[in-house]
């Protein structure tokens, strides 16, 4: 009788597969965060979403639709422009607002609930 050698038992399943190629840095965590930060809020949510549809917009459009006041408006959009996720034009005394030109893929995913 020749002697087996000893089996292996089969390696385990890999239950999921990585999510990210890589974990964030501490710096595009903070960056990510703040813009989290920026739409964690159904005021804000709903602005960019007035932005986003309307290509680019007046801040005089926006306090109707949001039932807000000027002031209030202004507020939540100096949060979503320090964020990154708006730019403005002044023109006059109002400034025209459009989504930042490197954040169309991300306002996107958020507005579709999917990021």
Request: aromatic share 4%; glycine share 6%; net charge neutral.
């Amino acid at each position: 009788m020749t002697a087996r050698p000893p089996t292996r038992p089969p390696a385990p399943a890999i239950c999921c597969s990585p999510v990210a190629e890589a974990p964030l840095t501490e710096p595009d965590a903070a960056a990510l965060a703040h813009r989290y930060a920026a739409i964690a809020d159904p005021v804000r949510l709903r602005l960019l979403s007035l932005i986003a549809a309307s290509g680019e917009i007046c801040s005089c459009d926006l306090t109707g639709p949001l039932d807000k006041s000027q002031p209030t408006v202004s507020h939540h959009t100096k949060v979503l422009a320090e964020a990154g996720l708006i730019a403005g034009d002044k023109r006059g005394r109002w400034v025209h607002w459009r989504i930042a030109e490197d954040q169309g893929p991300f306002v996107r995913r958020v507005l579709e609930g999917s990021a």
